[in-house]
């Protein structure tokens, strides 16, 4: 028998990301991107992961599980935490993964994240177009997403309609309005909501995610006519964003697609979870995109691959538009002592120029230690020395 409330809470004490529950294997913890089995817990059975899914699953969604073998879906334990969980059948049996979704939404600041993001939630510059969060799998894109979105439902007086699959983060109404649609269960499909999204009098949509090409048709729309969407890729960085976006329509249509693009697009946010080096857990690095005048040209032509090089230049003058590429982040952070070199070249998506960057920034820390040595040999000379006044008593 499992005592379910009993194990999330241990997992979120634990400050996992994930419980996973399988048949005749004790459930596990995946804690700072690494899984760990509970050793002390006995094997889980067939009527234990039936209990645990009669317990949190309602009639509709056992027969939509019946059908389909797998299923997502969300719930909150109150007082506890939230949870998206996915259901799913392996070699006959169930299984299930539980990710952990806090019950407060931390902010941009909380979060460490980039002050630029802030920027992009309440400058009137950016009240319309697309902005899209990129990254794989668990690198946090909804938690950087739920920072923006609550940072705009405390500061804005406007309707905010998220479309998710299932929903995630949930929440109150502040200055804004927020309507949370969950497929499957308010809507049939992403791009079914997106069909009808825009009668909802929306200020600001969130799509969960852009699975296929009508979706983003649809979402283009949205921000073409007035409003501001948020969404999300899974693409490790911001140029590789642009080119998948681009290579998932033909040929002959990518042209009108980069034009549209260059006039609706605002930003990409591209982020990884980097583990600290004092074994604390993980941060963000994070890379971003502005789409500036320049940029937005670039976007127009199809030449992707001029992007990178404008991002880092952004930043090596001095940052005005709050840009960064990946290994600029990762370099902070190392120069910071947050990451081990070691880590960032890891993380890195450009790994022979963090080579370089790696080398100078050796390179810059032997010099520093050089020079505080001279110093403190300088500052031990001098007070080694007889003062005037003993010299001139002898």
Known sequence: MVDLERLLRYAVDKEASDVFLKVDSPPALR????????????PLTIDDLKEVAYCIMTEDQLTAFEKRHELDFGFTFPGVCRFRVNVYQQRGTLAMVFRIIPLRIRGIDELLLPPVLKRLCTDPMFAQGLILVT????????????????????TRRAHIVTIEDPIEYVYEDRLSIVS????GTDTASFLDALKY???ESPDVILVGEMRDVETFHASLMAAETGHLVFSTVHTPSCTETMERIINMFPPHERPMVCLRLAKSL????????????DGSGRRAAVEVMIVTPTIAKEIEEGRSGTIYQLIAKDKSEGGYWGMQTMNQALSDMVREKLIT???????????SEMRHILHRLIEEERQMVEQQQRQRRAALLRSSRPSGDSQSGT
Do not use: F
């Not at 990254?135 to 405390?154: E, H, R, V």
């Not at 605002?266 to 080096?277: D, E, F, G, N, T």
């Open 31 to 42: 804690v700072h991107g690494k899984v760990h089995r509970l050793k002390n817990h006995p």
């Open 266 to 277: 605002l930003a990409v946010i591209s982020q990884k979870l980097v583990p600290l080096a």
């Open 197 to 199: 999204v825009l009668r």
């Open 341 to 351: 070199p070691e880590v960032a070249l890891r993380y890195s998506t450009n790994p």
């Open 180 to 183: 949370q649609r969950e497929v």
């Open 135 to 154: 990254g794989p799998t668990g690198c946090g894109k909804s938690t950087t997403l739920a920072a923006m979105l609550d940072l705009i439902n405390q």
